[in-house]
């Protein structure tokens, strides 16, 4: 597998998730400023022209939320996904999608101080933070004893929200992500 990465991006996010995997792969390094996501083929792996992208075998992958999914798949052996048929995975399938469907966009508005208006797909972000608090519960992580992508995914966004200074202000969400950052392959942006 290849994973066209920089440290500065979201594609810390992916590596993080295959270091957990226990996955073998090559870091394709690709610079922002020289706008190595914009050539033409980089393109042809992601035509969005961003960070990340994943390609394994013939197989090309873009978007973070699709790729962590992926990979849960493709290493059952590291459990980080409730399989198909197992009740949890109704559960597991929406916290992914929340992950970048809500929770990310209500993140960007608050830090970038946007209204968010009922119109949006999305809540404003003390609701989102209800959410992830109630399905954090106890923890330790998303599904009780087990980590899985979601942690990954839902962690990663206030894991960056933390590294640009903003605290929650919510202690049971701030002792789930000083767990997830003491896992020994967490995410590390800039590295
Ligand atoms: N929803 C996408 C977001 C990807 C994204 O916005 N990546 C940023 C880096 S953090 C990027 O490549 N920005 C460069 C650009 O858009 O020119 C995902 O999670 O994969």
Known sequence: ???YYNPKSRAAITKWMLDEC????????ISLEKREHKAPEFLKINPAGKLPALVDGD???????????YLADKFPEARLAPRIGEPQRGRYLS????????????????????????????????????????????????????????????????????????????????????RLQARPHAMKMGK
């Open 1 to 3: 597998m290849k994973l």
């Open 22 to 29: 226990g996955a073998t792969y090559d870091l394709v390094p």
């Open 59 to 69: 197989t090309r992958l873009f978007e973070n939320a699709a790729i962590c999914l």
């Open 95 to 178: 916290l992914m999608v929340y992950s970048t469907s809500q929770l990310e966009p209500s993140m960007g508005d608050h830090l970038m101080k946007l209204e968010t208006g009922p119109q949006r797909g999305w809540t404003d972000f003390a609701t989102a933070m209800d959410v992830i608090e109630g399905e954090v519960g106890d923890g330790p992580y998303l599904f009780g004893d087990r980590f899985t992508a979601a942690d990954v995914m839902i962690g990663s966004m206030f894991m960056w929200a933390r590294l640009w200074g903003n605290a929650t202000g919510r202690p049971r969400l701030e002792a789930y992500i000083d």
